[in-house]
T-cell receptor
Framework: AQSVTQLDSHVSVSEGTPVLLRCNYS??????LFWYVQHPNKGLQLLLK??????LVKGINGFEAEFKKSETSFHLTKPSAHMSDAAEYFC????????????FGIGTKLQVIP | NAGVTQTPKFQVLKTGQSMTLQCAQD?????MYWYRQDPGMGLRLIYY???????DKGEVPNGYNVSRLNKREFSLRLESAAPSQTSVYFC?????????????FGQGTRLTVV
């Protein structure tokens, strides 16, 4: 079985300050991990993905995430928040089994305060 | 290259009415998915089709049926709509067969059942 826990349902930061969105996972197989972003009334867009090639993954718009197997974590960070980063972020795990089942976290809403 | 296209974008139904949500992808993906998104619950899988000609239930299949019409198209049908089916529905596609591939999402269908 696999699961994803996003530890914060809401995060509020000031513009220009760092962003940290936390995600823990469990998976029976060697997992693939993804972060998606959803802007209001939009579809989901891939930010970045971990595929075991490197533990620190860089994505679009200055986001990055670090895979820590010992902590079963895949936290998303950005050094300096921009107003356009206000959105909902989903951590997603996919196992390497036959169907590669995909499981979503419940999402973290990021608010950026001017 | 349109990616994943869903129609309609918005729909209001009366309880007991039926409707079909359409989804088409032009990326030659073999797998397609239907999710529903509800506040505080992330995305939950309704049905999926791992390849043309096959469909399987996800986490929340009750009240829905699907048809994988061909490789490109995957429709979701509500036979007798209920208020509990008020949600935002997302179609996604993915290439299954290579590890670590991400899913691509449509823009969503916002359905209200009154």
């Amino acid at each position: 079985a696999q699961s994803v826990t996003q530890l914060d349902s809401h995060v509020s930061v000031s513009e220009g300050t760092p962003v940290l969105l936390r995600c823990n996972y469990s998976s029976s197989y060697s997992p693939s991990l993804f972060w998606y972003v959803q802007h209001p009334n939009k579809g989901l867009q891939l930010l970045l993905k971990y595929t075991s090639a490197a533990t620190l993954v860089k994505g679009i718009n200055g986001f990055e995430a670090e895979f820590k197997k010992s902590e079963t974590s895949f936290h998303l960070t950005k050094p300096s928040a921009h107003m356009s980063d206000a959105a909902e972020y989903f951590c997603v795990v996919s196992d390497s089994g036959g169907y590669q089942k995909v499981t979503f976290g419940i999402g973290t809403k990021l608010q950026v305060i001017p | 290259n349109a990616g994943v296209t869903q129609t309609p974008k918005f729909q209001v139904l009366k309880t007991g009415q039926s409707m079909t949500l359409q989804c088409a992808q032009d990326m030659n993906h073999n797998s397609m998915y239907w999710y529903r998104q509800d506040p505080g619950m992330g995305l939950r899988l309704i049905y999926y089709s791992a390849s043309e000609g096959t469909t399987d239930k996800g986490e929340v299949p009750n009240g829905y049926n699907v048809s994988r019409l061909n490789k490109r198209e995957f429709s979701l049908r509500l036979e007798s709509a209920a208020p509990s089916q008020t949600s935002v529905y997302f179609c996604a596609s993915r290439y299954l067969g290579q590890p670590n591939t991400e899913a691509f999402f449509g823009q969503g269908t916002r359905l209200t059942v009154v």
